[in-house]
């Protein structure tokens, strides 16, 4: 059992893509729930138009998980 965690934690670590606590601030607003899933506005883009690929990975993969 305690291999399966690790193996899901090392695993997560790698894929899950890195988004800063600031740009983490900035998105909240711009972050809602559907159907219990997180979904990031379009005009979140404004606020951080480099970090916006990224934060939509970051939501696409809290979803799954």
Same mark, same amino acid.
């Given at each position: 059992?305690? =291999? @399966? ?6 695993? *997560? =670590?790698? @894929?899950?893509?890195?988004? =800063? ?13 559907? #159907? #219990?899933?997180?979904?990031? *506005?379009? #005009?979140?883009?404004? +606020?951080? =138009? ?7 990975? +970051?939501?696409?993969? @809290? #979803?799954? @998980?």
């Amino acid at each position: 059992m305690t =291999s @399966t965690v690790q193996a899901s934690t090392t695993e *997560g =670590s790698q @894929t899950q893509p890195k988004l =800063s606590l600031s740009a983490q601030k900035k998105l909240d607003p711009y972050v809602t729930v559907k #159907n #219990n899933h997180y979904v990031l *506005g379009e #005009n979140a883009k404004r +606020v951080v =138009s480099e970090e916006y690929n990224v934060a939509k990975q +970051v939501i696409a993969q @809290t #979803n799954v @998980t």
